[in-house]
């Protein structure tokens, strides 16, 4: 018997809004009016539901957030309105909504990392007939090039993310498209597929799950359980995995979204946007509003002659600046740190496919994994060795305090950028 979790094709248990109704399934959605700051508001809710006797007992409540920022800051408001109504606080858990997935269902094994994962991606690769790999891709990686290997891994590694994110793996995808006609994709997906269980075969052997796909057997399982309440904070994108998950556990779910009721019927029964709901509404936007810029450099100093104009009547955590293109980050990033306004830049999450390390840290890391998948022929060292002269040479390419060259046709792989990783 397989000890990996991954029986199973698309998941198909969802169910409907009426099913959640007649079952009692749904999920209670709570209105905070964004007339007022969402944090201090979802607080005040929380003081009001589980504060009593003197004291705020939230050991039982878990709160999930769009990010781990924006939960600390949570759980300062919270420290100081307890200390404000001399309340004893018993504080909550708190996690981003990425992963509370995994603490709806028992972990028996531990999960594999990103690292860990995208290497065994490279072994499930190398393990195939050459001609189920030139199924995925036209040319097939030389044996002794691990760099290209590592980036087919971490390719599969995504598209693997990907589809989980909407309940589906490889085979899914593969049976789904058989039933579609002029599908041309059913060799590529049933190689992928093919790849796919010899990766979960080389995590197994590690003694390791795969967290994609041990939440995708959990959904369609029915394991989804909660003894803690789950309170969701102005989470308005959610995922179909993660859908599914609350819904399995929704007499345990408040959502506490940051609009007026008078909108509800913009939001889902999760708490999250309805897109086509928003598409007409309209922003009242003045001329003297807009600001025209020709290319990130302009529209970073835009952003901040726009700040700086405010005159000091607004703190920096009072200030939030949207970002349409995550490529002019680095050049707001910048202007703002010479100009001393650091509180928008920290507000920047970006997607990283690796967790941030040092150089000598990465080289450490994929010398020691490589060696437990058996690359060793493939040379780590010397590609850890490349890797740090490669962040050397980016380190170099921009002064510290100068302004970033605008490059439009670069790939963004390679964009110089001050700073760190």
Known sequence: MRTQRRKGQAVSNEFTEEERKENGMSINRVFLDWKRRALPAAVDWLIERFSGAGQLDLENVTLALPGSRVGRRLLEILVEQAEKRKLRLCPPRIVTVGKLPELLYEAKRPFAGALVQQLAWVEALRGSEPGQVQAIVSAVPAADDL?????????????????????????????????????????????????????????????????????????????????????????????????????????????????????????????????????????????????????????????????????????????????????????????????????????????????????????????????????RGFGAASLGQRLVGAQGDCGRLAEPNGPLPYQPHAPRSGRPMAGGW
């Open 147 to 375: 760099v290209a290997w590592l980036l087919l891994g971490e390719m599969l590694s995504r598209l693997h993310h990907e589809l989980a994110a909407d309940a589906l793996n490889f085979p899914g995808v593969a049976q789904c498209g058989s039933q579609i006609d002029g599908f041309r994709e059913a060799a590529r997906w049933q190689a992928l597929a093919g790849v796919q269980e010899r990766y979960l075969d080389t995590l197994d052997r590690l003694g390791l799950w795969d967290l994609q796909t041990a939440n995708l057997v959990a959904i369609r399982n029915g394991e989804c359980r909660a003894t803690a309440h789950i309170v969701l904070v102005g989470t308005a994108d959610l995922n179909r995995s993660q859908r599914m998950m609350l819904d399995q556990v929704a007499d345990h779910v408040t959502a506490l979204v940051c609009a007026p009721e008078a909108l509800a019927e913009r939001f889902d029964e999760h708490g999250c946007l309805c897109p086509a709901a928003w598409l007409t509404q309209e922003i009242a936007l003045a001329d003297d509003q807009i600001e025209v810029a020709d290319d990130p450099v302009g529209q970073a100093e835009a952003a901040v002659r726009i700040i700086m104009g405010l005159g000091g009547r607004y703190t920096t955590e009072q200030i939030a600046v949207g970002v349409a293109d995550e490529e002019i980050v680095p050049y707001l990033r910048q202007r703002f740190e010479q100009c001393n306004l650091p509180g928008p830049v920290r507000r920047w999450h970006a997607h990283r496919t690796i967790s941030p390390v040092p150089p000598a840290g990465l080289r450490g890391r994929l010398c020691r994994d490589a060696w437990v998948f058996g690359l």
